[in-house]
Nanobody, 127 residues
């Protein structure tokens, strides 16, 4: 059984920081493209950031560039999202996603490109 479990969410004031983690189990994801999405109630899932195999390349939504950093530790089979200068509009459930090993993504910002998903961790940013 493959499982992705997010952690690190919580309540933070605007301008603050949080670090999210996505711990994978059941298989190694060292050769998988991975990403973070977020979703607020009543809104569609939104792309946040993605990282290539091993971590050579990273990609970000324009709304988070310069504030968020995606990284991975393949030895720990864990994905991270460092979030700085948080804004109230960042409030959402943040969800970890992974592609099957060695498979390239056609459109990394599209949720249907990914095969495995976590249940999400809530991030709330107060004004």
């Amino acid at each position: 059984q493959v499982q992705l479990v997010e952690s690190g969410g919580g309540l933070v004031q605007a301008g603050g920081s949080l670090r999210l983690s996505c711990a994978a189990s059941g298989r190694t994801f060292s050769n998988s493209a991975m990403g973070w999405f977020r979703q607020a109630p009543g809104k569609e899932r939104e792309f946040v950031a993605a990282i290539s195999w091993i971590g050579h390349s990273t990609y970000y939504a324009d709304s988070v560039k310069g504030r968020f950093t995606i990284s991975r530790d393949n030895a720990k089979n864990t994905l991270y999202l460092q979030m700085n200068s948080l804004k109230p509009e960042d409030t959402a459930v943040y969800i970890c996603a992974a592609k099957k090993p060695f498979e390239m993504v056609v459109a990394r910002t599209k949720s249907n490109e990914y095969d495995y998903w976590g249940q999400g961790t809530q991030v709330t940013v107060s004004a």
